[in-house]
């Protein structure tokens, strides 16, 4: 029979890379946390309405990218793509706005594209992400720069480039749309198909083009930033201002175009060279109008979402070292028969306050040790044999050797304060 295969685009995520993994979620969990984020989690399938509406449906995640599928009921769902719409629907949904002026939260979790895979891209990814709904001030757009940037930083990730731009508002937008159909309808014939299609359609969206034989026409077209209303050149610049006093570099750039139809004015992204094509850690930007775009009141927003698998691979290549500090991880091994019977109880005892493992039945000295090892156990507790008297135990340490045997009677005490000898308790992970 064939081997059923994980899907092309998933992947498996589990022993050192998982630990990569979890140091990378703690870190959001805590920069995002003190930063005054709460944590929000939304169900991974939505109404496909619910991203069409939002994402738009000239984009290519609406048009091509979707896992789309009807219910039992003929009733059309999506895997999510993206978590700001959900965020957005929650947000109007569970009426936050009655709690709080302004809400601010953190997501992080899987979301699905249906893209062809390649390095830094893939079908099922994960993204971590932050929104700030309510407010419309610069500070706000500052500030979601500022902790993507922070939780990179904490993550032993320079060389980062911030590229800022703005893609106006409804009141200076659609001049800039004008101007730009008339360039592009100057070089139709210079365009692909699929942009000469979009150019009717959402003439915005060609300025996305990945197609290779658009680049130029791409290149030399106008610039938004030219046409912005007053306001909005304001905003860019309070929010340009901010960054500078916060001291984080940033390129204005005249041709960010996102691949999302929600925004209102900032758009921003964090590139690293490292990546290659992928270069794009994350990006996002000011979505004032998505809320009222989903049936809500007018709620301003901003917020990002980072790829969570292109940040572990930058930090892979450039081997940095993510360590969590280990908790002391105790190995409880039987060298009789009877001392067997002994593990289990005193696994649960240990395990009321440290990290404990133990084997079923008794085994050799020597592949004890081996296991310990490899285990990355500080401490190893051995149970009968020669070793230790009736009633007690041979605890070992396993960075010096040291070691004592102790009454069974006041194995806590004794192991909390061997613990507390021990410098780096479980020693630094083995990269
Ligand atoms: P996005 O630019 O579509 O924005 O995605 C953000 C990041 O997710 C990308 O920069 C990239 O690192 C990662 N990513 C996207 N697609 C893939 C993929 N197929 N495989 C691996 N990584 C991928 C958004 O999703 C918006 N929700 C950002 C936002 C939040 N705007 C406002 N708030």
Redesign the pocket.
């Known amino acids: 029979m064939t081997r059923i295969q994980a899907i092309r685009g998933t992947k498996d995520l589990l022993g050192d890379e998982l630990a990569r993994w979890r140091f990378l979620e703690e870190t959001v969990r805590a920069v995002a946390e003190r930063s005054g984020y709460e944590e929000i989690r939304t169900p991974i399938f939505e109404s496909t309405d619910l991203f069409s509406r939002s994402i738009g449906t000239d984009t290519d995640?609406v048009q091509k990218e979707m896992y789309t599928f009807p219910d039992r009921k003929g009733r059309s769902l999506t895997l999510r793509?993206?978590?700001?719409a959900s965020v957005v629907r929650a947000f109007l949904e569970n009426h936050l706005a009655r709690e709080r002026p302004i809400a601010k939260v953190y997501y992080i979790g899987p979301?699905f594209?249906y893209?062809r895979p390649q390095k830094?891209?893939?079908?099922q990814?994960h993204?971590f992400?932050t929104?700030v709904l309510g407010p419309e001030d610069a500070f706000y757009d500052a500030e979601t720069i500022a902790v993507f940037h922070s939780i990179l930083g904490s993550v032993g990730l320079g060389d980062l480039t911030v590229r800022l731009g703005s893609v106006g508002d409804e009141s200076c937008r659609p001049a800039y749309v004008e101007r730009l159909s008339a360039y592009l309808r100057g070089r139709r014939e210079d365009l692909s198909e699929i942009s000469r299609e979009r150019l009717e359609r959402n003439p915005l969206r060609v300025l996305d083009s990945k197609e290779e034989e658009d680049r130029a026409v791409v290149r030399e077209a106008p610039s938004i930033l030219e046409d912005l209303c007053d306001s909005c050149a304001k905003h860019l610049d309070e929010v340009r201002r901010a960054l500078d006093r916060a001291g984080i570099p940033h390129a204005l750039d005249a041709g960010l175009v996102?691949?999302?139809d929600y925004?209102t004015r900032t758009v921003f992204?964090i590139h690293h060279d490292r990546l290659g094509a992928?270069s794009?850690?994350?990006?996002?930007?000011r979505?004032d109008r998505l809320a009222e775009d989903l049936g809500g009141p007018r709620t301003p927003?901003?917020?990002?979402?980072?790829?969570m698998?292109?940040i572990v691979s930058v930090a892979e290549e450039l081997a940095i070292r993510w360590e969590m500090p280990r908790e002391l991880r105790i190995l409880v091994a039987p060298l009789s028969e009877r001392a067997s019977e002994e593990v289990l109880p005193i696994l649960l005892r240990l395990r009321a306050r440290w990290r404990a493992d133990g084997s079923a039945r008794p085994r050799n000295l020597k592949t004890v040790l081996k296991q310990a090892n490899r285990e990355g156990a500080g401490l190893l507790l051995l149970l009968g044999g020669e070793e230790s008297a009736p009633g007690s135990a041979l605890v070992k340490r396993l960075d010096s050797g040291e070691q004592e045997n102790i009454l069974l009677d006041r194995l806590e005490e004794r192991i909390e304060e061997i613990a507390s000898r021990i410098a780096a308790p479980g020693a630094a992970r083995k990269e």
């Open positions: 995640i793509p993206e978590g700001t979301m594209r893209e830094g891209r893939f079908r990814f993204q992400g929104e996102r691949g999302l925004y992204e992928q794009a850690l994350g990006g996002g930007g979505y927003g901003v917020g990002f979402s980072a790829g698998e292109r």
